[in-house]
């Protein structure tokens, strides 16, 4: 088992930045990857962006947040940030934590965090 928690959430003015941590625990060495979702009121849980866990540390954003959100996490696997820069209103969203185990095919979710972003 993995266990995920996101802190960071809040509201923001448009344009502005915010940042997400996530801190993960359990059988983290099983991890593949590490990334952010998000769902919007009425839509469904979208990729905002994924990392992988070996050393290579590939990246991976929507369409929607790249240039303006970067994925980061730390060696060990433990913490997985998100920076969220130039926010506009249609990053409002719950914010998901997620770590993936490509062997099982088998998510794991933290419960998630607001983004509010509104003038």
């Known amino acids: 088992q993995v266990q995920l928690v996101e802190s960071g959430g809040g509201s923001v003015l448009p344009g502005g930045s915010l940042r997400l941590s996530c801190g993960a625990s359990?059988?983290?060495?099983?991890?593949?990857?590490m990334g952010w979702y998000r769902q919007a009121p009425g839509k469904q849980r979208e990729l905002v962006a994924t990392?992988?866990?070996?050393?290579?540390?590939?990246?991976k954003y929507s369409d929607s947040v790249k240039g303006r959100f970067t994925i980061t996490k730390v060696s060990d696997n433990t913490k997985v940030f998100l920076q969220m820069d130039s926010l506009s209103p249609d990053d409002t969203a719950v914010y998901y934590c997620?770590?993936?185990?490509?062997?099982?095919?088998?998510?794991?979710w933290g419960k998630g965090t607001l983004v509010t972003v509104t003038s």
């Open positions: 990392i992988t866990t070996d050393e290579v540390e590939v990246p």
């Open positions: 359990g059988n983290i060495i099983s991890i593949d990857s």
């Open positions: 997620n770590a993936y185990r490509h062997y099982f095919n088998r998510n794991y």
